[in-house]
């Protein structure tokens, strides 16, 4: 069965490290079957919310920035170059589908301030209205330190409860939660479903382990305790 049938409405978010190769260039092929994937799931009814990451690593190769850890003025830039050929590869992804985008930048003040909340909800519920995909990043050449999520792990938990979708799927390279991180400890086991958010589950998460990615497990534990607390499946 596939297991998002019961969901009518559902936010993806896509890590750095699925669309963006290690040499900085763009996964296409592998962005359009998961375009043909998000078609799919359109045709069925649903309503399908983007969080897409990989704005900072794209930049990265356009700008030339090879070094391994980037200036917080570099990964600003970084972000700004490398969100438009995001915006693009995802306008085109999907537009081949005859499904348009459109992009929404944001930032924390936006998920937690109820005028910007508000009117945030409105523009995404309408393009939702009117059959159209939100794509989602942080407005990362612009928040500051203060003002920032810096994992998408955690602001795609909170887009999701504003946007009242009744599923989560956060789609990254590694297929799951273990007992340990699995790079550390070949020991570690996989665990097919988490009941409850427990210290013991929260003890298991490790930090990113790519330097294209901020989140890792640890953020992702954060963005399932978000997520369920507001009656989002994860
Ligand atoms: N917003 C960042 C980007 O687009 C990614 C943050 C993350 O890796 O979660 O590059």
Same mark, same amino acid.
């Given at each position: @069965? ?11 978010k /896509?890590g750095s ?7 900085? &260039? ?23 919310? /983007?969080v897409?990451s ?27 170059? &490398? ?13 081949? $589908? &005859? ?29 939702? %209205?009117? %059959?159209? #995909? =939100? /794509?989602?990043?942080e407005?990362?050449? #612009? ?5 920032r999520y810096g994992d998408n792990d955690r602001l795609s938990a909170? #887009? ?15 297929? %799951?939660?273990?007992?340990?991180? =699995? ?6 086991? $996989? ?7 427990? =210290?013991?589950?929260?003890? @298991?998460?490790?930090g990113a382990?790519? $330097?294209?990615s901020r989140g890792g @497990?640890t953020t992702k534990?954060e963005a &399932? ?10």
């Open positions: @069965m596939n297991p998002l049938a019961p969901y009518r409405r559902v936010t993806i /896509i490290a699925l669309l963006v190769d290690k040499a900085g &260039g763009l996964r296409a092929d592998w962005l359009a079957s998961l375009a043909e994937d998000i078609a799919a799931l359109k045709a069925e009814g649903r309503d399908v919310v /983007i897409s990989g704005a900072i690593a794209l930049g990265r190769g356009l700008l030339g920035l090879s070094a391994l850890a980037l200036t917080l003025e570099q990964s600003q830039a970084a972000a700004s170059a &490398g969100q438009i050929a995001l915006s693009q590869a995802w306008s085109e992804a999907l537009g081949r $589908h &005859g499904i348009v985008t459109g992009q929404i930048l944001i930032t924390p003040n936006i998920t937690e301030e109820r005028r910007y909340y508000l009117n945030a909800r409105t523009t995404i519920l309408t393009l939702l %209205g009117l %059959g159209a #995909v =939100p /794509i989602i990043n407005n990362d050449s #612009v928040a500051t330190a203060e003002i909170r #887009v999701a409860t504003m946007i009242e979708a009744d599923c989560l799927v956060l789609l990254s390279d590694i297929d %799951g939660l273990y007992t340990a991180p =699995p790079a550390r400890d070949p020991a570690a086991t $996989h665990i097919p479903v988490v009941e409850a958010i427990t =210290p013991a589950i929260e003890a @298991m998460a490790g382990a790519s $330097h294209l @497990m534990i &399932g305790k978000i997520a369920t607390l507001a009656g989002t499946a994860m």
